[in-house]
């Protein structure tokens, strides 16, 4: 018997077909996930991937192609030691899953010793070195499909497993299946509803989706129709947007206001009156406290919370309602504590947050003692 022959006989419960379909997406994250429970894929940012040969080719294509790379977090593979960047001594450990900003944007910044590669991180707002051995992916993060069994459910093709972002996002998808029936129905205002699907929105385009979770159902409930396309916020959140790149921010401020503001900031900047003690400043929208005077309008709050103008309004991925807080017992309080995007009337103002590293999500950047608007975001607002 071949090896293949072997993954498939042990395995073959698993997909429905007894064996993975590659055209079903499906299949392909059920894949993902056997391979990464044995260790199969290389989650580390060091070596060759597909299409980038070179020794450093995964950071090529994931840090230094990727634009948002610098306004993301990463995290270790494992407990890993970080390295003074003088003289290359261990300085301490980083626990797995602590988070840390990679500071390098191309393969020519990266530090080579002997036969590893090192790049520079910030962490904890001081800079240290790290292996590229030791960094994982920005894609899955080593994120378990959710542990859920449906042996009891009569009704297929509703569960579209998929690797939730946030323990939220889990216990929610776990609320609706295991607090449905056979047939994943459930009872809400005195009336029965089916789920017809569950799991993440469809979705293939730039940027993440505000859809956590998407939930189709055989009937509408108003005001959200057929289709519940959820937007989830741990009680203790504050973020609505991080790092918020020029044209988002054109999309939620609009090109006008957002001129209004960058130039309003700036001279603020110039004149000593915003706190920085950092050389970059980027724009993030949360809840009270912020730290501008700019509380953003109802029209506003939507485009931030719902995604309409990023992914268009009929997108799985904009979402139509929100839930923040602990999560219920019953699928019909949850639905019940649903709210319409529409109708939120959040506190919600711009927040300027000052980093160590700069990209094209800094709005403003600190050379000679001087504050400058980044080029980007002037071309964006046409700013002379």
Not at 44 to 63: D, E, H, M, V
């Amino acid at each position: 018997m071949s090896v293949f022959d072997k993954f498939l006989e042990r395995y073959s419960y698993k997909f429905p077909k007894g064996y993975p379909d590659f055209t079903n997406k499906q299949d392909i994250l059920i894949l993902e996930n056997i391979f990464d429970k044995l260790g199969l894929f290389e989650a580390n940012l060091s070596g060759r991937t597909t299409n980038y040969s070179q020794p450093t080719g995964a950071f090529y294509k994931y840090i230094e192609l990727n634009d948002s790379s610098d306004t993301m977090s990463f995290e270790t593979e494992r407990d890993a030691p970080i390295f003074d960047t003088d003289s290359f001594e261990i300085v301490t450990n980083i626990d797995k899953g602590e988070n840390f900003k990679i500071l390098d944007n191309k393969e020519s910044d990266l530090t080579k010793k002997g036969s590893s590669y090192y790049t520079r991180i910030d962490y904890k707002g001081k800079e240290y070195f790290i292996r590229l051995t030791d960094i994982l992916k920005p894609t899955g993060k080593q994120v378990s499909l959710i542990d859920i069994s449906i042996d009891d459910k009569v009704k297929d093709n509703v569960f579209n497993n998929f690797k939730a972002g946030h323990g939220q996002e889990k216990e929610i998808v776990k609320l609706l299946i295991n607090g449905s029936g056979k047939r994943y129905e459930f009872t809400y205002n005195g009336k029965p509803y089916e789920i017809e699907k569950v799991g993440a929105p469809s979705f293939s385009g730039k940027g993440n989706p505000k859809t956590d979770v998407f939930v189709k159902l055989d009937k509408p409930i108003s005001p959200y129709g057929d289709d519940l396309k959820i937007s989830l916020k741990a009680a203790n959140a504050t973020f609505v947007e991080n790092w918020m790149l020029p044209s988002r921010f054109e999309q939620i401020l609009g090109l006008e206001d957002g001129k209004e503001i960058i130039l309003d900031f700036y001279q603020k900047l110039q004149d000593g009156k915003i706190g920085t003690r950092s050389p970059y400043m980027y724009w993030f929208i949360k809840t009270a406290p912020y730290n501008s005077n700019y509380e953003l309008s109802r029209e506003q709050e939507f485009e931030a919370y719902s995604g309409a103008n990023k992914f268009g309004p009929d997108s799985e991925a904009t979402a139509n309602c929100y839930f923040k807080g602990d999560v219920p017992d019953t699928v019909s309080t949850f639905i019940s504590d649903l709210r319409p995007i529409s109708e939120l009337d959040a506190d919600i103002g711009l927040h300027l947050r000052g980093y160590a590293k700069g990209g094209n999500a800094a709005c403003y950047m600190l050379e000679d003692d001087k504050w400058l608007i980044n080029p980007t975001w002037k071309e964006r607002f046409s700013i002379s």
